[in-house]
């Protein structure tokens, strides 16, 4: 089979589908890959390593498409829609697409992918079970963004992390308290506690507890039942709107005594719950630094803004997105395993047969992330959310 890695075009996207690593391995499997010139350079992976590794430069992202039996991106047409739009003429029936697609949410990219009889695989959907470790981008990127939340808040607090004696008196250390305990926010746990702040977290799932006490941060029990509080894949699931404001009324105490406040909680294919109010906010004190990591769903907080700084009575709320991007080296390398390592799987547990993916239907990893095939939206999550109906 022929892969194909056309050059990113999402604006400020650095990262990069495909490493000589990874492209290394996918042809040890047995497929030829074809890569747009340059595709590698903003991610520091010049197009010398691939030549190198046996990939074939092609002059045009036209000729990785018309090449192509199978597409790997980092952002598909449905998680870029205004600059992947011109990608919908250019791929074709029975091609394969794999990358981030937001499908639960970017309704007319999935049907007009649909419509040109392509087999979507979205890297949202990879399940979250033992098999699919290898292949769980969404993780590998949240872990980025969890590292890079707390160096964003440390640029901005006008203060140090950690505790220091000096010869002109103790600095005490900075106070932190990381909303959502899943992969961005351990990390963010983590990273925190590394330079020498004083942790606090708190999250939906209880059995998070020790995973958060592990890490030497403080685990905080709100005094509301939240009941089963995890959904699908270990996710934390979507509350009605009473049990939100329940919580933060009792978040606020610990939000006013923190310096910084990292908020990681979102609902895959859902709006992010509001978490943190202006309200809450004003009572902090000035100076404090709030990074909301769930800008691009709309945010953890009531004034936050995707890729802007807001000041509410002297706190920065901050929201960028995309943070993955900003680490693009990292990121492609542990991307691109992603993506080989599921295309390997895809190809393995179907078949090939001129060149052309056959996918199997009675594998999970498959079946959960297959979106369209054979001109239709097959996968029912994505069916539901765009208002289609039960599977035919």
Do not use: W
């Not at 937001?102 to 049907?111: K, N």
């Not at 040109?116 to 949240?142: K, Y």
């Not at 680490?327 to 691109?336: C, K």
Request: aromatic residues 4%; hydrophobic residues 45%.
């Amino acid at each position: 089979m022929i892969v194909g890695v056309p050059k990113e075009t999402y604006p400020g996207e650095r990262r990069v589908a495909l490493t000589p690593a990874a492209a290394a391995s996918l042809m040890k499997a047995g497929h030829e890959v074809h890569m747009e010139r340059g595709a590698g350079e903003a991610a520091g992976f010049p197009d010398a390593p691939f030549e190198e590794k046996g990939v074939l430069l092609a002059p045009s992202r036209e000729a990785v498409f018309e090449q192509a039996q199978a597409v790997l991106q980092v952002r598909g047409y449905g998680a870029n829609p205004e600059a992947g739009k011109p990608d919908l003429a250019l791929v074709r029936e029975g091609q394969a697409l794999l990358g981030f697609h937001e499908p639960l949410s970017a309704s007319t990219p999935v049907r007009e992918l649909a419509g040109r009889g392509v087999l979507l695989f979205a890297l949202e959907l990879v399940p979250r079970i033992t098999r699919a470790q290898s292949m769980d981008a969404l993780s590998s990127m949240a872990m980025i963004s969890g590292y890079k939340a707390v160096l964003i808040a440390a640029e901005r607090l006008p203060r140090m992390f950690p505790l220091m004696m000096t010869a002109a008196g103790t600095l005490s250390p900075a106070r932190v308290f990381v909303i959502g305990a899943g992969v961005a926010g351990l990390q963010a746990i983590a990273t925190a506690r590394r330079i020498g702040a004083v942790v606090t977290a708190y999250d939906l799932r209880p059995a998070v507890k020790e995973q958060v006490e592990s890490l030497g941060a403080r685990f905080a029990e709100l005094p509301i039942e939240a009941g089963n509080a995890e959904g699908k894949g270990g996710y934390a699931r979507a509350m009605d709107e009473a049990f939100y404001r329940r919580q933060r009324e009792f978040m606020q105490a610990i939000v006013a005594e923190n310096d910084v406040v990292i908020t990681t909680a979102a609902v895959p294919g859902k709006k992010a719950p509001m978490l943190i109010s202006r309200d809450m906010i004003a009572a902090m004190k000035p100076g404090s630094a709030i990074v909301d990591l769930a800008a691009e769903r709309g945010g953890n907080c009531e004034p936050t803004k995707p890729d802007e700084a807001v000041e509410v009575q002297g706190v920065t709320v901050l929201g960028p997105t995309n943070l993955a991007a900003t680490v693009p080296y990292h990121a492609s390398q542990m991307i691109a395993r992603n993506l080989a390592n599921l295309l390997i799987h895809l190809a393995g547990s179907g078949s090939v047969e001129s060149g052309r993916l056959l996918p199997a239907a009675d594998d999970e990893i498959t079946r959960e992330t297959l979106v369209t095939r054979d001109g239709k939206v097959v996968h029912p999550a994505v069916r539901e959310a765009l208002g289609l109906g039960a599977p035919e």
